[in-house]
């Protein structure tokens, strides 16, 4: 079964920086596919950053050059630095998997809270 365990929300002022952290379990010798999402008070659940098994790298427009994706393969971990933050950076953050193919299959993680205050 896949698992995802995410790490290192928190509360920070405005222009403060976090780490967040995902693991996944159960995903065996598949290749994946590893995002970020994000979900507001009040709001649909957005797209923050993907990297893609083979290393390349998407943002969501608004957010590129404050945040940072990376990855360990090898321990099939995700981590997304944010920084200077801002008060609309508030929301859940999620960490998603989707299995490439020949795998097939996809998961979230339980979400990680992030308050920016300002």
């Known amino acids: 079964q896949v698992r995802l365990e995410e790490s290192g929300g928190g509360s920070v002022q405005a222009g403060g920086s976090l780490r967040l952290s995902c693991v996944a379990s159960?995903?065996?010798?598949?290749?994946?596919?590893m995002s970020w999402y994000r979900q507001g008070p009040g709001k649909e659940r957005e797209f923050v950053s993907t990297?893609?098994?083979?290393?390349?790298?998407r943002y969501a427009d608004s957010l590129k050059g404050r945040f940072t994706v990376s990855r360990n393969n090898v321990a099939d971990s995700l981590f997304l630095v944010m920084n200077n933050l801002k008060p609309e950076d508030t929301a859940t953050y999620f960490c998603?998997?989707?299995?490439?193919?020949?795998?097939?299959?996809?998961?979230w993680g339980q979400g990680a809270q992030v308050t920016v205050s300002s």
């Open positions: 998603q998997i989707k299995l490439v193919v020949p795998c097939v299959g996809n998961a």
């Open positions: 159960g995903t065996g010798t598949c290749r994946l596919d």
């Open positions: 990297i893609f098994s083979d290393g390349r790298i």
